[in-house]
């Protein structure tokens, strides 16, 4: 038994007051002889033994009485023991601490992560020399630290993910039932938000569990994060324009007015924007620029400071090629002199860099290396060959089918079409008749997609003339210009494998006057960049996952460069020109670089999961019927008193009060009692016993 105001025990000496009054009570009689008096001796001897009896008896309930008085304020507190405290006494202590980036909100009392370390610190001196006591990160459940000074100086950085609550539960409920120890205690320090908790699943604790709960109160809450990042324009080339879109979500519970948001490219701030948020809200912000470079560039998007740190940026990566790659595949015709002269500029400033190849000398390196195949008229590719492409278009590439004279439309139509496009080729129309030819021309009704804009202009020099064309089935949706007789000419469609563009009538010269209009190197022009390979934000991953990555390299070794300019070695010496590798675990956020023997050839970015952000907390009731805990006890200011108490176990004081009530009733009765039966004349001071000798 441990009594919890020790100081109040001085009041037993008090209990001594009940036998002193009645030792002082007691008087020897006066004697006085009276031989009248002798035959009333006999009758009152009886009488008086019992008042002797009855007066000892008021005398132990007085003293009691007091005694329990005494007890009951001093605060008695007795601990069930379930057969005792294990070995030694010694108590098992396992602590759970959420350390995920929520835990880095800022309020007026400070981070939430450094009021958590504050209330873990106050229960350190409970720590006996005999207890066991450890702590767990739902960051790294599986990472056992003692629970200890050390341990609670070194956290001062919160985790680049939350990890998994219910994993680290399981393991602490594992660890507290593998102790010999009854005493077993189980803090939870947490605020409630975010992942860990996001799917809780039921724990099955031990017997003899004290759980406790330590929640920090930050009332309102204010953040905004960048949960998102999208390229806008489809193809970003050095020189040209570039458009990146960021998603940003207000988290918290209060508006916010005229936040910043601004864009950084190779660490160079180039725009800067201004946003307000109502709570809940999310809104799309656009940045425009021009990409002077080309290569790796990488970049963030960064907003101004806020209670949350960690989701104010969000980093990107892609690699800008300074011009874009056109493999031209067809025999060595006119018409494919014409397409290598559309793409080539006399100064050689041109943004393309125009191959030509012979079917027969197509190769997979070819392939590889095009942002654009274009396949002109004859185009009789083998099943290699085609597999080659295929995997070009899957990787992004795009695909630009102009048809000629003596194209074979059956075996177009099944191995090459579908790759691009659902539309079939049905035949063959011409405009040759006798003496006399017929033109067809552009239905210009069918002229409103934007990639068309400013280039069909009335006159006859935006209006080129067809003698002979593929008549095709195609839908309407997928068609760019047809002819006067309702005919597609230009399909842009999307296939098993990519997406790509068909001209039913190309440029050879027997076809018509199409090669000789104005309008044909900017159409030629829109239409490759339209299905050039895009250059999109390079893949980002989830902080604190793993992730595989294909890597096309020449060297012998590879490294992973992570953002703080530590290295590892990714494998061992390969041949292989693409190698899948395992990325392993990303931690911390921000550009990641893979080098092959010293040289970048791969960039990405490790950004925080937009759930990371979220600080609206789960309800305590809803936390504790998920976990399976029950009795939890709630800590807030001063925990180690709170335990301390806790430990000591149960008050006793009512018990001990209420029984000093019965003993002060008890003495009420038995006083009654002693009063003298009706009839009989009680004795007074001048009526006293008299001993008759």
């Not at 037993?12 to 009276?34: D, K, Y």
């Not at 800022?106 to 958590?116: H, P």
């Not at 759930?611 to 800590?635: C, H, I, K, N, T």
């Not at 009839?679 to 001071?685: F, K, L, Q, R």
Request: with cysteine; hydrophobic share 45%.
């Amino acid at each position: 038994m441990t009594f919890l105001n020790p100081f109040v025990l001085l009041g037993l000496a008090a209990t001594l007051l009940p036998l002193v009054i009645h030792l002082l009570g007691r008087r020897r009689p006066r004697e006085v002889r009276f031989s009248a008096m002798v035959f009333l001796a006999e009758l009152r001897r009886q009488q008086f033994r019992r008042l002797q009896l009855r007066n000892w008896l008021l005398l132990a309930l007085r003293t009691l009485a007091i005694l329990l008085l005494v007890l009951g304020f001093a605060r008695p507190a007795m601990k069930a023991t379930f057969g005792g405290f294990g070995e030694h006494g010694a108590s098992a202590m396992v602590v759970v601490l959420d350390d995920g980036p929520s835990m880095a909100y800022e309020s007026v009392a400070g981070r939430r992560l450094d009021w958590a370390r504050r209330q873990l610190t106050d229960l350190l001196p409970l720590v006996g020399p005999n207890d066991w006591a450890v702590l767990l990160r739902t960051s790294r459940p599986d990472l056992v630290l003692p629970f200890d000074a050390e341990t609670m100086e070194n956290l001062t950085e919160v985790a680049s993910w939350s990890g998994d609550g219910t994993a680290a539960l399981r393991y602490a409920a594992d660890l507290l039932g593998r102790t010999g120890a009854a005493n077993r205690e189980l803090f939870i320090v947490t605020d409630l938000a975010g992942p860990p908790w996001e799917e809780l699943r039921e724990v099955r604790w031990p017997s003899r569990l004290v759980p406790y709960l330590l929640v920090p109160e930050d009332g309102r809450t204010m953040n905004l994060a960048v949960d998102s990042l999208a390229v806008g324009s489809e193809l970003i080339r050095a020189g040209g324009p570039f458009e990146i879109h960021a998603v940003i979500r207000n988290t918290g519970e209060a508006d916010v007015q005229d936040a910043s948001v601004a864009l950084w490219l190779n660490d160079r701030r180039v725009q800067q924007r201004a946003v307000t948020l109502s709570a809940g809200q999310r809104l799309i912000v656009s940045f425009s620029t021009t990409l002077d470079v080309s290569g790796w560039v990488s970049g963030r998007v960064e907003l101004s400071e806020d209670p949350l740190l960690p989701d104010n940026v969000r980093w990107f990566a892609l690699s800008v090629p300074s011009r874009t790659r056109l493999l031209i595949v067809g025999q060595d015709t006119p018409a494919r002199r014409a397409l290598v002269s559309i793409f080539t500029s006399a100064d050689r400033n041109a943004p393309y860099d125009p191959v030509e190849v012979a079917p027969e000398a197509f190769t997979q390196q070819h392939a590889e290396w095009a942002d654009v195949t274009l396949l002109n008229e004859q185009m009789r590719l083998d099943d290699r060959a085609l597999g080659w492409l295929r995997d070009a278009l899957r990787r992004g590439a795009g695909l630009v089918v102009i048809l000629g004279p003596d194209s074979d439309l059956r075996d177009i139509n099944r191995r090459i079409m579908p790759l691009v496009s659902s539309d079939q080729f049905t035949g063959l129309r011409s405009a040759t008749g006798g003496d006399s030819v017929a033109y067809f021309t552009i239905d210009r009704r069918k002229n409103s997609n934007l990639l068309l804009a400013g280039l069909l202009v009335p006159g006859p020099s935006s209006q080129p003339q067809f003698v002979d064309y593929i008549l095709t089935r195609s839908s309407s949706q997928n068609t760019l210009l047809s002819f006067t007789t309702g005919d597609p000419w230009i399909i842009l469609g999307e296939g098993s494998a990519g997406r790509g563009a068909v001209l039913t009538a190309g440029l050879n010269p027997s076809w018509g006057d199409l090669a000789y209009r104005g309008i044909v190197v900017p159409l030629m022009h829109r239409i490759v960049n339209h299905v050039a390979r895009p250059v999109s934000l390079a893949h980002e991953y989830a902080a604190g996952l793993g992730g595989r990555r294909s890597i096309e390299h020449t060297g012998s070794r590879l490294e992973l460069e992570s953002p703080d300019g530590i290295r590892r070695a990714l494998l061992p010496s390969s041949d292989t020109r693409t190698t899948v590798v395992d990325l392993g675990v990303l931690t911390p956020v921000g550009i990641w670089k893979i080098r092959s023997d010293k040289n970048l050839v791969d960039m990405f970015a490790v950004n925080l999961r937009p759930a990371e952000s979220e600080l609206r907390p789960l309800d305590r009731r809803e936390f504790q019927r998920r976990a399976g805990l029950s009795g939890v006890r709630y800590l807030d200011g001063n925990p180690s008193v709170k335990v301390a108490d806790a430990r000591r176990g149960t008050e006793l004081s009512l018990v001990f009060l209420l029984a000093a009530l019965g003993c002060i009733v008890a003495e009420m009765v038995l006083m009654r009692g002693i009063e003298p039966s009706r009839g009989e004349a009680p004795p007074t001071a001048e009526r006293r016993p008299t001993q008759v000798l």
